[in-house]
């Protein structure tokens, strides 16, 4: 079993950063698929960014492609989310997802274990 905790969320204002941590316990991390979803009030969860356990190969959704960087530290069982030039529509609740296998694709019924989200909102 895989226990994920975020944290790192906030309010900031628009063109702002923020930088999210993902900390897991139960068991390594180490060769999981992991990925950054979110939801927003009203809409459903989407994908926002995922990573190979070895960090070789990531994917980002277009929204978020050149203002958000995704990395993890096996070493440390975390992974972060790195983002920069925040917007209004970046307010959501953000949570990381790992699956036992595959890629980090946008699929949410593909990833195994859920964290419980960490408010992130962007003021105009």
């Known amino acids: 079993q895989v226990q994920l905790v975020e944290s790192g969320g906030g309010l900031v204002q628009a063109g702002g950063s923020l930088r999210l941590s993902c900390t897991a316990s139960g068991r390594t991390l180490s060769r999981r698929t992991m990925g950054w979803f979110r939801q927003a009030p009203g809409k459903e969860r989407e994908f926002v960014a995922g990573?190979?356990?070895?960090?070789?190969?990531?994917s980002y959704a277009d929204y978020v492609k050149g203002r958000f960087t995704i990395s993890r530290d096996n070493a440390k069982n975390t992974m972060y989310l790195q983002m920069d030039r925040l917007k209004p529509e970046d307010t959501a609740v953000y949570y990381c997802?790992?699956?036992?296998?595959?890629?980090?694709?946008?699929?949410?019924?593909?990833?195994?274990?859920w964290g419980q989200g960490t408010q992130v909102t962007v003021s105009s």
């Open positions: 997802a790992a699956r036992l296998s595959g890629d980090p694709d946008a699929d949410l019924q593909n990833y195994d274990y």
């Open positions: 990573i190979t356990w070895f960090g070789g190969r990531t």
